[in-house]
């Protein structure tokens, strides 16, 4: 017998279209998408305003989609990374990072990754496919878990980024439905301000998701010397981080929406003045943030984390260029869950 579909990623006109397939009043999709999105139920005996025979009806040809996480490792700083395993072998990590009043879930959205950059963890796994909309949004539903007895509840999340395993522009098909439930009235109602799409800069899809979605970019820069990027990221052969630029310089970033360059600082690599004021006139007068990240040294890698002293010398230096610039700080290390450390499970190639 063939698996039954997943009602969640579905959005609201497909959920409407199944009820109808089922004899039930247009309504019963409204319900549904209030079962699976606002209420997060499990099952659909859970689905209490719906009736037993159209429940039964649903059940027998489709299936909520849930998939709670195998596992979950707690880092000493409160950050957890959850293990999702979807079958066949399809392993992804997400990561739950608490910070005040903050929750942000750190999503994957790829079996691996076909950019293959050097100094990643899940590009070195090599890539095994796209995960689907249920998948995706999945993950978001199924964090935080109720707590376990005596245990106190984690914070209800805040914000979501695709900054997990993959690329997510390698994977739109899945990417705009997962986004469009989290923002529509009929999903979880989220601002997009909630949300950050992270990008190695892929020009194909970026464009679609500017004009597509309102949420923020994080663009993962890390060199602004071509030859020097395309050594450590194939896509800038591709995709030139100046032409990326050129095509964020057309949107607006001075308001509502954000945009984040994301740069990696290795010793004697990219962290000198020289690196900072290429990436000062790389940025030319476009609104956006710098997140300076210390390197997680992962196997077969021979890069080393730039000093403390240096990270401090760059950031001051673009922040007397009027570029906001901050230092990241490392969460969940311990456990393989920061910037660049995800694997699911898997080991990276040496």
């Not at 689905?47 to 027998?60: C, D, F, G, Q, V």
């Not at 909309?133 to 935080?144: C, K, R, V």
């Not at 210390?294 to 196997?299: E, K, L, T």
Request: positive net charge; charged residues 20%.
């Amino acid at each position: 017998m063939a698996s039954k579909t997943p009602l969640i990623g579905l959005s609201l006109d497909q959920l409407t279209d199944i009820a109808r397939q089922g004899g039930m009043p247009r309504f019963v999709g409204k319900q549904l998408a209030d079962w699976l999105y606002a209420k997060k139920v499990t099952e659909f005996d859970q689905m209490l305003n719906i009736s037993k025979k159209n429940r039964e009806w649903l059940a027998t040809y489709y299936t909520v989609g849930r998939t709670a996480p195998a596992q979950a490792r707690r880092s000493q700083d409160g950050t957890v990374k959850y293990l999702f395993d979807f079958g066949h072998g399809r392993r992804v990590e997400s990561v739950y990072i608490p910070d005040r009043d903050r929750a942000t879930l750190c999503v994957s959205s790829q079996v691996g990754c076909r950019m293959n950059c050097y100094f990643c963890a899940t590009g070195r796994g090599g890539f095994h496919g796209n995960l689907t909309a249920a998948e995706i949004i999945d993950q978001i539903l199924s964090i935080p878990p109720a707590p376990e007895p005596g245990q106190a509840p984690m914070t209800e999340l805040t914000n979501v980024v695709f900054m997990g395993m993959g690329e997510p522009l390698d994977n739109m098909e899945a990417l705009l439905p997962v986004i469009e439930i989290l923002t529509a009235p009929w999903g979880l109602a989220w601002s997009p301000k909630r949300i950050t799409v992270s990008t190695v800069g892929k020009l194909s899809t970026l464009k679609e998701l500017l004009e597509k979605t309102q949420v923020h970019v994080a663009l993962s820069v890390h060199s602004a010397e071509a030859a020097q990027r395309e050594s450590m990221m194939p896509v800038q052969k591709a995709w030139p981080v100046r032409d990326v630029m050129k095509l964020l310089k057309g949107y607006d970033f001075a308001h509502q929406r954000r945009l984040s360059l994301e740069y990696i600082m290795w010793r004697n690599v990219n962290d000198d003045l020289a690196h900072a004021d290429m990436l000062a006139r790389l940025i030319d007068g476009i609104p956006c943030r710098v997140n300076l990240i210390p390197f997680h040294s992962i196997p077969g890698v021979e890069l080393t984390p730039s000093s403390e002293e240096k990270m401090i010398i760059f950031r001051n230096y673009l922040n007397s260029k009027g570029i906001i610039s901050t230092i990241r700080a490392s969460r969940g290390q311990d456990i393989e869950a920061a910037c660049g450390m995800l694997a699911g499970g898997a080991k990276a190639k040496k």
